[in-house]
T-cell receptor, first 114, second 111 residues
């Protein structure tokens, strides 16, 4: 299996621009998670889906962030408009069957907002 | 109550030494405690996990010690190797709820 695939790996943009991060989970996994990693706050859960349905978005920082999962093999995390404080590494992860099952992370998307 | 506190933030160990990373939690309903290992430029990967019905779990050079009464658990890396240099995250959850991660410990093992 190819694992969780994220794109782009690196994104540099200017403040105010829209950013879209993409994720393809492992086939057959029912849960998909979006995390943000920073030095100060570590790994923060932004949102997670179960069977393509958003279950908990309490970690989404504000209305500038949105996430969708139109089908079982694709999810997006969008930031509009982006701000310098959004600079971080964004990880997508998936797991099979259980929310507390082993999480399989992608390699992350490093976002820099100038 | 949802926090998992991890220490130290960074750790330097000589090759062959023991690396110890500690975590503490408040929520007594937590019943699953995994550790994740992250190498630079990669996503975290599950290393080892424990449930509160046992006090210790060992997999090779990696051991989780769990103290339910103190609400603490720790990762011990015996005979630490330069290849163990990575960031380690503890985490905790209840069966029906999401994982809560600690803030991470950057381990450097020098030859």
């Amino acid at each position: 299996d190819a694992g969780v695939i994220q794109s782009p790996r690196h994104e540099v943009t200017e403040m105010g621009q829209e950013v879209t991060l993409r994720c393809k989970p492992i086939s057959g996994h029912d849960y998909l998670f979006w995390y943000r990693q920073t030095m100060m706050r570590g790994l923060e859960l932004l949102i997670y889906f179960n069977n393509n349905v958003p279950i908990d978005d309490s970690g989404m920082p504000e209305d500038r962030f949105s996430a969708k999962m139109p089908n079982a093999s694709f999810s997006t995390l969008k930031i509009q408009p982006s701000e310098p404080r959004d600079s971080a590494v964004y990880f997508c992860a998936s797991s099979a069957n259980r929310i507390t099952g082993e999480l399989f992370f992608g390699e992350g998307s490093r976002l820099t907002v100038l | 109550q949802q926090q998992v506190k991890q220490s130290p933030q960074s750790l330097i160990v000589q090759k062959g030494g023991i690396s110890i990373i500690n975590c503490a939690y408040e929520n007594t309903a937590f019943d699953y405690f995994p550790w994740y290992q992250q190498f630079p430029g990669k996503g975290p990967a599950l290393l080892i996990a424990i449930r509160p019905d046992v006090s210790e779990k060992k997999e090779g050079r990696f051991t989780i010690s769990f103290n339910k009464s103190a609400k603490q658990f720790s990762l011990h890396i015996m005979d630490s190797q330069p290849g163990d240099s990575a960031t380690y995250f503890c985490a905790a959850s209840r069966n029906t709820d999401k994982l809560i991660f600690g803030t991470g410990t950057r381990l450097q093992v020098f030859p």
